[in-house]
């Protein structure tokens, strides 16, 4: 084994010197890591190489370190695993100047980011996608019962829709372990039987040992409206990521964007309304921006009314190949930010996001030398951490705050209340005195109107315990799953809207979780997945 790595002694070093200040690895890390160490044929070496090697050196079996790559925290540290799939290559309505082409990757992606990778391995079927994810997974010693699906490729409304169903369809399949079909051009999957079948799956994975527990899908701003959100609970989507990059209506113009900033409004109103989780994209360092309007756009976002999202991506422009901003980069009319310049911007904004709100990213996972001009560096965000560590700063989102595997006792219960457009919002959480979060819930109590697709004025859009993810029935001293945290934070919501004297909530769970609603008085009464209790007949609980 070691005659096929370059420099493993180096790989084995840096990864012991992250463990023993963190228990924490990013994705954008562990990828540069790989590719710093390469093996002798070039190739990046796979986990399972990784973890062989370690179990063979003699005399030297770092346990700890083994517990630390096997459970590579951010993929299961939120109490479930994510599995990132892609939809094929294809075309999107927008043509925005920054964004990459290729007839190798869905839009906005490129043929050599380690995802697109694998999706081009299994030819971006999404059956095998699925299988090849929890395989992986599994073989590395996760348990993958509890599985998030997030659904990438340029803009999902933009696939035909026989595609997008029968899409869903296979991921369903692979999940319950059905045999897979082959997408067939001829067929109409809008048909009644198909989409019988699709609910059927759905039902079926109810029960069944990889439970789907959220799906998230990728779309525009203009693409969204009462039609497609339709759609996206028939497939059981629990989670919207809208690129809305801006919200200046001029840099929306410059970047060539074609939507407005009303669309944005009316789009995140209405995933909202329907009980959808929001996590937007922004950008930073668009052309005809600089920091001091970037600055100034972050901390609207979680002051307009309009856009306070759940979760945001943020990705500092970069150049790259094939796109028009690489023309104007060359014509000397666009210049991105220096490293230094944007470590201080990202510093700057963590500062104002709110405890409701989740950095899922702070730059995009692009290999540097795909990158022509722009951030290169790809552990920027461990990088950043160090800095506001020294500095003594704190980024309060929840991502920075996640309780990780620890088991805490001392938890008291903490509440955000904010408005939006359409609704007054209360974020539950259960926090220990070092503030760090062991679970916590999202309520909607819709101010103008119910909500889109459930005949309620409330709606828990979000409820998430952590810790490392689990057999449905074990139990572990390790997580703060299935402590009754869950239900602690259900019975909070409860009381909130019996207080503002409505006596129906729903819930938009996930295929997987229905179960667990059920359990806790909450049925199924519409076609569009959501669950309903009654608050003023609680007989009904089990
Ligand atoms: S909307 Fe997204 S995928 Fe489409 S061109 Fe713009 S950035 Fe690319
Ligand atoms: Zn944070």
Not at 202 to 212: G, I, M, P, V
Not at 248 to 262: A, G, Q, V
Request: charged letters at 30%; hydrophobic letters at 30%; proline letters at 3%.
């Amino acid at each position: 084994m070691r005659e096929k790595y370059s420099n493993y002694e180096n790989l084995l070093k840096e990864l012991k010197d992250i463990f023993t200040t963190t228990q924490y690895i990013s994705e954008e890390e562990w990828n540069r890591l790989v590719r710093k160490h390469k093996k002798v044929n070039g190739a990046t070496p796979s986990k399972n190489e990784i973890l062989d090697y370690i179990k063979k050196q003699k005399g030297e079996v770092n346990k700890g370190l083994i517990e630390h790559i096997q459970m590579k925290p951010t993929r299961s540290i939120s109490g479930v695993i994510p599995i990132t799939i892609f939809t094929k290559p294809y075309k999107c309505s927008g043509n925005c100047i920054f964004c990459p082409k290729s007839t190798k990757a869905p839009k906005s992606y490129l043929p050599e980011e380690p995802g697109i990778q694998r999706a081009i391995y299994f030819k971006y079927d999404p059956y095998q996608q699925v299988q090849g994810r929890i395989n992986a997974l599994k073989a590395i010693g996760h348990d993958t019962n509890k599985v998030e699906l997030i659904i990438s490729g340029g803009t999902w409304d933009d696939y035909d829709l026989n595609y997008r169903i029968w899409y869903v369809t296979e991921v369903f399949r692979s999940l319950n372990n059905q045999p897979s079909k082959k997408f067939n051009p001829k067929n109409n999957y809008t048909n009644n039987e198909s989409l019988k079948e699709l609910t059927e799956l759905h039902k079926k994975n109810e029960t069944a040992l990889l439970r789907n527990v959220g799906i998230s899908i990728e779309t525009r701003p203009d693409k969204i409206n009462k039609e497609s959100i339709k759609w996206y609970r028939r497939f059981g989507i629990t989670k919207v990521q809208v690129g809305i990059q801006s919200l200046d209506e001029k840099l929306l113009k410059l970047n060539n964007r074609e939507h407005s900033l009303t669309q944005i409004y009316q789009a995140l109103g209405l995933l909202r309304l329907a009980g959808l989780k929001i996590h937007i994209h922004w950008m930073c360092n668009l052309y005809g921006s600089n920091v001091q309007k970037d600055h100034k756009d972050f901390r609207k976002l979680f002051l307009n009314k309009n856009i306070k999202p759940d979760e945001i991506k943020i990705y500092p422009c970069s150049i790259l190949e094939g796109t028009f901003l690489n023309q104007l980069f060359r014509q000397g009319k666009y210049h991105p930010y220096d490293t230094e310049t944007l470590t201080e911007l990202l510093i700057k904004c963590k500062g104002h996001i709110p405890r409701y709100c989740r950095i899922n990213r702070l730059i995009r996972d692009i290999p540097s030398n795909l990158i022509i001009e722009g951030n290169k560096v790809t552990n920027l965000r461990q990088k950043i951490q160090g800095i506001m560590k020294k500095r003594n700063l704190k980024c309060q989102c929840i991502r920075c705050r996640e309780i990780k595997n620890k088991r805490d006792e001392n938890l008291s219960l903490r509440t955000t209340r904010y408005k939006t457009s359409v609704s007054k919002e209360f974020f539950l959480e259960f926090v220990n005195p070092q503030d760090q979060i062991a679970g916590f819930l999202r309520l909607s109590i819709y101010t103008k109107q119910k909500a889109l697709l459930s005949d309620t004025f409330a709606m828990i859009r979000e409820l998430h315990v952590y810790g490392k993810s689990l057999n449905f029935e074990k139990k572990s001293q390790l997580s703060s799953q299935h402590v009754g945290l869950g239900t602690k934070l259900l019975q909070e919501a409860e009381k909130i809207v019996k207080k503002k004297k409505l006596d129906k909530i729903s819930v938009i769970a996930a295929v997987g979780t229905r179960g667990y609603y059920v359990k806790r008085g909450y049925s199924t009464k519409d076609s569009y997945g959501y669950l309903i209790k009654d608050l003023n007949n609680v007989s009904k609980e089990k």
